[in-house]
Structures are given as structure tokens and as C-alpha cells.
């Protein structure tokens, strides 16, 4: 992004190096050699010289629409890259600091989006009120779209750009962002001018607080690698031992061969003519990319409420309240939960099942979430696939000794927060107060075990690590009216 705007910038503003005019008569003089969009530049500098701050605002408001798309998008990419935008030469003039009294459009709430409704019968209009409807028409998101979403077609991506660089609210919104940011105090210390840019709702504010919650994550989960290196490299090295010892004895048999190269080769024909398959594997390459992945399963579930979490970039965090339909499981008990190296074995012993290591052979097909709970089963660590619905109901029984149990999970409430980046114990520590406290502060809703918490995992191992999607979730009861009153339970946290 940062190149684009460069490069899309320097051929906007490369004919434009000339000397300021220094008043209104000189700047007029030079516009028959100048094209159209570099009248509207000469005006605007003329009136910046001459100090006329609001006849310069006019100048952007009725010009804009007569630019070219190119010089369009380089103001645009100018204006979100922000480090280009105050380090190119006549970059400052061209977003030179306008100060409002408020905002061009009101900052977004969550779940309190307005919608104009035309009166029947009358040229008014009434502002109502809709939870549900998000507002999907403003310049943001059109843009956000056009870069991010990954399902558009071309003609689709170019229409929404065209929309957001036509916008005329897309100026004023920059500017009045630009100008009120605070590059000492960083993005938290922002977030009006982080909203008014990238407004909840997209996938640009989802990735600014993925990136955010990295800074924490990153040295937490190195710290927890080396600390799984040092307690297995001493079995590692056992384990060579013994191979090295046995190898000159070890049957040639037994050791693993090589693949057959025509069988390859076979195989890569097929995936060159079979259409389906491709899309299988452009569709596995896109869930890298994606918060959720498409085309897996997952257990059925209603949201019943959304309570406010912790304040992140200026906004709210949402706690869902949800309502589980009953699910099948395949489960695996392990010594230690998130972050112990017990946990890549409880993946692949679960895994090794679900693709037909069980008594009838049945190969199922991989779902989501994955689901790891700590402090169940007395203090131990469990994890668990969702089985697919068509085998729900008549599950492949495990193979002896593989450690899996077939386990139904009844209809049940709970309440979950979502969070993006990596899984680390420390971050899992955090989420789990901050839906506590979320709880605690809404006072509906009690945990049944507060010390039993559900983390749910629904990406793969290569899923960029700030789009991830994790939640902690902790099973729920309503409390009756009666005893919104007592005190919230005491389960054992300290």
C-alpha cells in the first residue's frame, strides 16, 4: 500500500513543483498553461498564500469531482498513508490543516446505526433508529471493500473505489482525521481520528486492533516456545539416540519410501483439468486470509444479547450472550492446556480420528471451532472437535487406546469474547477478566464455573496471525430477577 501511494502520488504531484504563486492575480495568470486539475492546484495554492482558508475549502469542494481517478487515488493514498502524506514535497499544501467545528458524519455506535426513512406522501424525512441495519453507504466502507474483500469481482472492486474516491465527504473526513491525530500518543491514543478512517465494521479497524493486540502476543509467545523447546529437547535427543542405535538393525522394509513419481505426477495432471478441485484450493488459500474460514461447519448457535467489553481504539469490545443448540464431540484429555506442548498432541490424536483413524474407517470432514478447555476434569486440560451433524447422531467409534471419547454436548448458554493475533496464557488471563467483568457489570448472567473457560480456535496454523479468530467463552445461567440483587458469585477466582 505504501508503494502504491508513492508511486500514484509522485505522478500526481511530479508536474506540480513550481513555484508557489504568491497572491491570487499571479496564480490566474498561469492557468492557461496548466490542465484543468492543475488550475484547481494553482487556485488552491494561490488562496493558501493569500491566507483564504475558507475560499480554499470552497476550491476542494467544487473541484474535487472534476479530477481525474488517478489523481483521485494518489490524494486518497496520500491521505491514509500518512507518513507519505507529511514527507512528499508539496504534500502539506495539499492537506494543509482545516479546522472544524464537528465532524462531517457523526462517529459510528455500535448497533446504533441511523437509517433515513422518506414519509409517505411528503418530501421530509424522519431519522430512525435500526439495531440491525449497518451502514454499509459510506466511503469507508466502500473502500475498505475494494481493497479487503476477497470474494468481489474486478468490475465489483472498481465500482466501490470509484464510490469512495467520488464520496465528497471523503476530503473533509481525511483532513479533519490528519489534522487531529497525535503521532506522540500512537493509535490508542487516537481513536476519533482512528474511527473517522477506519470506522467499526471493517476489516481494516479489525486488523489495526489485531496488529494492536501483536505488541503484547508476539514476546509472550516466544517466551512460551522457548520454554516448550527447553522441556523437549532433552527427549529429542533421546529419541535420535535410539533411532541411530536401531538403524543398523531396522528392516529397509520399514523405513518410509519416497513417493512414486508417477502417481505425482498423475496427481498434479488431475488437479490442472478438474475445476472443482482447484476451487477447493483457491478457497483454502483464501481462508488464510480470512477471520473466519468458509465452507467449514460449526455447532448452531443464536445470539441472545451483546453486552459492552473493554474500550479498544476509542470502542467498545462486544461479550456475546449465546444460545447453543446441542452438539456432538470428539474429545481428548491432555496434561496441560494453552501453550504446553501436550497441545499440538491432543490436535493430532483428534485430528488422526476425524480423517478415519476409528473403527469403521469414516473419514469426516475437518470443522470448526477447536476447543480448548482448561480447569475441567479436575484441574486437567480437555480438547475437542465439533463432529460433523450427519454423524452426530451415530459417531464412528474411536479405535482402543487412541485416548478419544465421544461426548454430547447439551443446549447450553454461553457468553464469549472474541479476540484477534496469537493465544498465549497471558493473553487468555486478560480475556478472561475482561468477560468477567463484562458479566459482572451487566449482572444478568452468572458463570457456572468460573474457573472452567473454553478457548475456541477457528484458523488454521498459517492464517495470517493478526486476522486469526479466537474467543474465550465461559458457560452461563440467567439469574432470575430475584437475585440480580446478591452478590455475583464467588467460583473459586481469586
Known amino acids: 500500500m505504501r508503494a502504491i501511494g508513492l508511486v500514484l502520488a509522485c505522478l500526481a504531484l511530479a508536474s506540480h513543483t513550481h513555484r508557489v504563486p504568491t497572491s491570487v492575480e499571479q496564480a490566474q495568470g498561469s492557468l492557461n498553461d496548466e490542465g484543468e486539475d492543475s488550475q484547481w492546484l494553482v487556485e488552491e495554492r494561490a488562496a493558501s498564500a493569500a491566507s483564504l482558508s475558507e475560499v480554499k475549502q470552497s476550491l476542494l469542494r467544487q473541484k474535487v469531482g472534476s479530477l481525474s481517478l488517478l489523481r483521485k487515488l ?3 493514498l496520500l491521505a491514509l498513508n500518512q507518513a507519505a502524506a507529511f514527507q512528499l514535497p508539496g504534500a502539506s499544501r495539499a492537506f ?3 479546522q472544524h467545528g464537528h465532524y462531517g458524519r457523526a462517529p459510528l455506535q455500535r448497533g446504533h446505526h441511523g437509517r433515513v426513512v422518506m414519509q409517505a406522501g411528503g418530501a421530509g424525512a424522519d431519522r430512525e433508529t435500526d439495531e440491525t441495519a449497518p451502514v454499509d453507504d459510506m466511503w469507508q466502507f466502500d473502500l475498505d471493500k475494494a481493497l479487503l474483500d476477497l470474494d468481489l469481482e474486478p468490475r465489483e472492486r472498481l465500482e466501490l473505489l470509484q464510490n469512495a474516491i467520488n464520496d465528497p465527504s471523503l476530503l473533509d473526513d481525511v483532513r479533519v482525521a490528519l489534522s487531529s491525530f497525535q503521532f506522540d500518543v500512537g493509535l490508542a491514543g487516537n481513536p476519533e481520528a482512528i474511527e473517522k478512517l477506519f470506522p467499526s465494521g471493517t476489516q481494516s479497524r479489525a486488523d489495526l486492533e489485531g496488529l494492536t493486540a501483536l505488541r503484547k502476543q508476539l ?3 516466544f517466551e512460551e516456545l522457548q520454554k516448550q523447546v527447553q522441556e523437549q529437547l532433552p527427549k529429542l535427543f533421546e529419541e535420535v539416540q535410539k533411532q541411530v542405535q536401531e538403524s543398523p538393525t531396522r ?7 519416497l513417493p512414486d513419481p508417477i502417481s505425482v505426477i498423475k496427481s498434479l495432471a488431475s488437479l490442472a483439468i478438474d475445476e472443482e478441485k482447484q476451487r477447493e484450493l ?3 488459500a483464501k481462508n488464510l486470509l480470512r477471520s473466519t474460514p468458509k465452507g467449514l461447519e460449526t455447532p448452531s448457535y443464536e445470539v441472545a444479547r451483546v453486552l459492552e467489553g473493554p474500550i479498544v481504539l476509542g470502542k467498545p469490545q462486544p461479550v456475546e450472550i449465546r444460545d447453543y443448540e446441542e452438539f456432538t464431540v470428539a474429545q481428548t484429555n491432555m496434561k496441560e492446556g494453552i501453550g504446553s506442548a501436550s497441545e499440538g498432541g491432543g490436535f493430532n490424536t483428534l485430528a488422526a480420528y476425524l480423517f478415519g483413524q476409528n473403527q469403521g474407517k469414516t473419514a469426516m470432514a475437518m470443522t470448526v471451532p477447536v476447543d480448548t478447555v482448561s480447569g475441567a476434569n479436575n ?10 451433524k450427519e454423524f452426530a447422531d451415530s459417531p464412528p467409534k474411536p479405535l482402543e487406546g487412541s485416548a478419544v471419547e465421544i461426548v454430547k454436548v447439551p443446549a447450553r448458554l454461553v457468553a464469549a469474547k472474541q479476540f484477534s493475533g496469537l493465544v498465549t496464557e497471558p493473553e487468555v ?5 475482561a468477560l468477567l467483568d463484562a458479566l459482572a457489570i451487566d449482572g444478568n448472567y452468572a458463570p457456572v464455573d468460573v474457573r472452567q473457560v473454553s478457548v475456541l480456535q477457528y484458523n488454521q496454523p498459517l492464517a495470517i496471525p493478526w486476522r486469526r479468530r479466537n474467543e474465550v467463552a465461559i458457560v452461563v445461567t440467567e ?14 477466582m481469586d
Open 74 to 76: 494518489a490524494i486518497l
Open 96 to 98: 494543509s490543516p482545516v
Open 219 to 221: 514476546p509472550e509467545a
Open 251 to 257: 528392516d529397509s522394509s520399514a523405513r518410509p519410501s
Open 282 to 284: 483457491q478457497e483454502e
Open 379 to 388: 484441574g486437567r486440560a480437555s480438547m475437542s472437535f465439533v463432529l460433523p
Open 429 to 433: 488471563e486478560r480475556q478472561k477478566a
Open 479 to 492: 439469574w432470575a430477577a430475584a437475585d440480580r440483587n446478591m452478590d455475583y458469585p464467588d467460583n473459586g
